[in-house]
């Protein structure tokens, strides 16, 4: 069976399915029995493969706790027995089928791969509306659970430079000052 048109005889190929052969010009090489099929029966199952299985690899879903079971190469009874045998076991829990959600109260966001993002400052996992500190009222996290902000981090750096001449001249803050209210004076 060739296939094209009268002006171009080897442009595309025809179905090999015996109720199609339909002309296909990006047709699909089945790499289970090496025929060539239109884009409706490409698959193993549209066109009955009767070499699929070698190729493919069979999984079933546990219902309770959605874990994936490989069953590659076993038919219908061997699957039941495999998933019967996963649920007396101890792995099979139904708290594992509750997926993350974003903590914002109310956000019922499912929290996938693609669409979490942590925090910086708190390390929390957040949906994308929720990703800002401002909009799931971040609390920092720190070990001496005081807030230290990029201004403080800025005025302890310049305060600690010992190579400037106002450093050496007691321009430091005053020993009776927090430092957290540290401010600075030019020399």
């Given amino acids: 069976m060739g296939g094209g048109t009268e002006a171009f005889p080897d442009l595309g190929r025809h179905c090999q399915r015996s109720d199609c052969n339909q002309l296909d ?66 792995e099979c829990d139904s708290s594992k089928k509750k997926k993350p959600v ?31 500190p401002t909009e799931h009222s971040c609390k920092q996290r720190s070990p001496s659970g005081a807030k230290v902000g990029w201004r403080d981090n800025l005025l302890a750096a310049l305060w600690a430079r010992s190579d400037n001449g106002c450093a050496k001249t007691g321009g430091g803050p005053p020993a009776s000052q927090p430092s957290t209210s540290r401010s600075v004076k030019a020399c």
Avoid: M, W
Wanted: proline share 4%; aromatic share 8%; hydrophobic share 25%.
């Fill in 25 to 90: 010009f990006l047709p699909f090489k089945c790499d289970g029995c090496h025929k060539v099929f239109c884009l409706e029966h490409r698959t193993y199952k549209s066109h009955e493969c009767p070499r699929s299985e070698p190729n493919s690899r069979k999984v079933v879903v546990c219902e309770i706790c959605s874990t994936s079971i490989e069953t590659t190469g076993r038919d219908e009874k061997e699957e039941k027995a495999i998933l019967e045998k996963h649920e007396k076991s101890g």
């Fill in 102 to 132: 974003c903590p914002v109260r109310r956000c019922k966001q499912v929290l996938t791969f693609s669409n979490t993002c942590t925090c910086k400052t708190c390390q929390l996992n957040f949906c994308l509306k929720h990703r800002f």
